[in-house]
């Protein structure tokens, strides 16, 4: 058998731009640790075996790499282990589940999760942050969910076939005034406010509430989303509706809660005659206008924030414009749409999210600790934000391996496909080089039971390549999209004593007790199971819980 170096994560609306969150830590279970004082060696050991000529071999094979070089990652179809039921010399074992979970199918949702099985007598819990991680851990901001802002919207009067009245988009010039709908100041519920235009810009028009910003802000947010982020995004994903004929796309600037930068609000995507005076105001919505909310708090203090934000926003009002335009169907699900919007801002400002959004999926996401799926963007507390952390991690993940543009060939062939029930998977199968899909082929191989369930090919690749990035997206000789400390690796343990359901797409990591690990006897069938040593490395082949 191969020795196998990589290793695993802890992870994993149409957008609301966050920039914090957090949530309790798990309370001791069973003999906790001291909380502010998790060392290196305080995590599980495998016991070591004694050296013989053939193991001291192996050993040497088996170093580190030296700088600039990555070991094997292959788990070829013949380290495939469905029989044992043991994972013997680990200090840690990552669960994943390899089905696909599809958000809002309740069936589905159901058909995909499985249960963990009862691991209490053989794991650690009660583990927690080392304590100099809670000095960077920021105060959990009140955030709203893009869930709670499209809330309420019922577009069963929104008559699609209408079109729109006439061929010219509204044109303003500074100083001149329009009543929009925004949100409260708690960003609970919509409101009409009259907004003044402070700047018009080449593709924007910048709108202040009550002086939210000044000419000389909006002058300089208007350079940069005229010369850099309107360019960027409509070169890689399309054009925003109520733009093609003299229209400019409209910023709102006023005041909302600490954590929201802003966000697209998709009942803002319908002209007046889809969406007549009558149905807009019942439901509260603009028409005939291409808007942005953007929270006016964070000018002078985080225009870097502003600018992300914008290209972020700008995405997702695109892509909403695709789904109006080409699909008749939510253009893409919440997790995939949000990894293109990241990718927008990538585009723009490389790594300007990057790293916070993995501490918040690090630090605060319980959730992802307890098996929640990347694919699952509905989950409406403020755990939500730790999505956001897993998905940005996926979009630099696939951007590597796919390239810059891959992206832009998901929205494209989406957009081109001219069908409601074309599937995630099947996008992202379609966008990505031959040779990324036959490496992953190459180094997962699942057997006939659990290939048995999944819907197509495609889907079965997809669950494949969720694993590696899983796998690769923590590894400390792996890793390639952050660095991070043993102690960080910790606050991504699941440490109670309670067993759980795992979501399709999904994972937990447990810390060993006593150097192996033994597959519960009711754990769900089609779980994988896989071995990492103390340094989070993986040591070990891929265990099945066969179907």
């Known amino acids: ?27 001791p279970q069973k003999e906790p640790q001291d909380a502010e004082t998790v060392k290196e060696n305080d995590l599980p050991k495998a016991p070591e075996a004694p050296e013989t000529p053939e193991t001291a071999e192996a050993a040497e094979a088996a170093k580190t790499p030296a700088e600039g070089e990555f070991p094997s990652n292959d788990i070829s179809a013949s380290q495939v282990v469905t029989g044992e039921r043991v994972l013997e010399n680990v200090s840690f074992v990552v669960a994943y589940d390899p089905f696909i979970y599809k958000e809002k199918d309740e069936e589905e949702i159901r058909r995909t999760t499985l249960y963990s099985g009862d691991m209490s007598d053989q794991i650690v819990t009660g583990l927690h942050r080392a304590g100099e991680l809670e000095a960077v851990i920021p105060e959990i901001p009140n955030v709203t969910s893009q869930t709670e802002i499209n809330k309420g919207f019922d577009f069963s009067e929104v008559n699609r076939a209408a ?43 910048i709108w202040s509430l009550n002086n939210s910003i000044g000419e000389a802000d909006g002058a300089q947010v208007a350079a940069e989303f005229d010369g850099k982020i309107f360019d960027r995004d409509t070169t890689y994903f399309g054009t925003p509706r109520f733009t093609e004929n003299g229209g400019k796309v409209n910023v709102l600037f006023y005041p909302m809660p600490e954590g929201l930068c802003g966000f697209f609000c998709t009942g803002d995507i319908y002209s007046s005659l889809e969406a007549p005076q009558s149905v807009a105001e019942r439901y509260k919505l603009n028409t005939d206008h291409a808007i942005i909310n953007i929270n006016s708090k964070m000018l002078g203090k985080n225009m870097p924030e502003v600018y992300s934000t914008l290209a972020h926003e700008l995405q997702h009002q695109i892509c909403a414009t695709e789904a109006f335009y080409y699909v008749d169907s939510p253009f893409v699900q919440m997790w995939l749409d949000e990894a293109m919007a990241a990718c927008a801002e990538e585009l723009c400002y490389p790594g300007i999210k990057i790293e916070g959004y993995y501490n918040l999926l690090m ?25 956001y952390g897993a998905v940005y991690l996926f979009e630099e993940y696939l951007t590597q391996h796919a390239g810059e543009d891959v992206f832009s060939k998901i929205h494209n062939y989406w957009k081109t496909s001219y069908r409601s029930d074309v599937t995630e998977a099947q996008a992202i199968y379609a966008s990505v080089p031959q040779s990324f899909i036959d490496e992953i082929n190459e180094k997962y191989s699942f057997p006939a039971s659990i290939s048995a369930g999944f819907r197509s090919p495609e889907e079965e690749w997809m669950s494949k390549m969720t694993l590696d990035f899983y796998l690769e997206a923590i590894s400390p000789e792996l890793g390639q999209l952050m660095s991070y400390t043993d102690k960080a690796r910790i606050s991504m343990l699941y440490s109670e004593v309670n067993p759980l359901d795992i979501q399709g797409g999904g994972r937990v990591i447990v810390a060993c007790e006593n150097g192996s690990f033994t597959i519960p006897d009711d754990a769900g069938k089609g779980l994988i199971f896989i071995g990492l040593d103390k340094n989070f490395n993986v040591v070990t082949e891929v265990y099945t819980n066969a179907r």
């Open 163 to 205: 079109g729109r009245a006439g061929g010219q988009d509204p044109i303003y010039e500074k100083g001149d005034t329009h009543v929009f709908f925004c949100f409260d100041s708690t960003a609970s519920f919509r409101i009409q406010e009259e907004f003044t235009c402070v700047y018009e810009g080449e593709h924007c028009y």
């Open 363 to 387: 630090y605060f996401s319980d959730n992802f600790r307890k098996g929640q799926s990347l694919y699952n963007f509905e989950n409406e507390t403020d755990e939500f934000i730790g999505a």
């Open 1 to 27: 058998m191969k020795r196998i170096v990589c290793l695993l994560l802890a992870v994993c609306l149409l957008g609301a731009c966050l920039t914090a969150c957090g949530q309790a830590q798990p309370q």
